[in-house]
């Protein structure tokens, strides 16, 4: 089982950018497919990339593809959302979810059921 705890949240400008980070805890970091997702106020929540346990696969909703990427560090047992070039629409929670299940399985069922979730960290982007 992982736990995750994300941290890097925060207010910036339009334009701006952040970087988020999501500490993992359990030995099986390094097998886990992990992503982020977040929820804006009165919205259901929404994915918004996924990351293979290699890093080779990466998946990105087209809201913010071109503009977030998301990476992982295995021997720090660390994955990363960097969000540049931020918009209003853009401010939510956001979380960090891992889950055992194959990323290129969750690509071809087009089901994003993470098992693990963090508490979330808020991004306010101001206009």
């Known amino acids: 089982q992982v736990h995750s705890d994300e941290s890097g949240g925060g207010l910036v400008q339009a334009g701006g950018s952040l970087r988020l980070s999501c500490a993992a805890s359990?030995?099986?970091?390094?097998?886990?497919?992990m992503g982020w997702f977040r929820q804006a106020p009165g919205k259901e929540r929404e994915f918004v990339a996924a990351?293979?346990?290699?890093?080779?696969?990466?998946y990105y909703a087209d809201s913010v593809k071109g503009r977030f990427t998301i990476s992982r560090d295995n021997a720090k047992n660390t994955a990363y959302l960097q969000m540049n070039s931020l918009k209003s629409e853009d401010t939510a929670v956001y979380y960090c979810a891992a889950d055992p299940t194959p990323l290129y399985q969750m690509q071809v069922a087009r089901s994003w059921n993470f098992g693990a979730w963090g508490q979330g960290t808020q991004v306010t982007v101001s206009s």
């Open positions: 359990g030995r099986t970091f390094s097998s886990y497919t």
């Open positions: 990351i293979s346990w290699s890093a080779y696969n990466t």
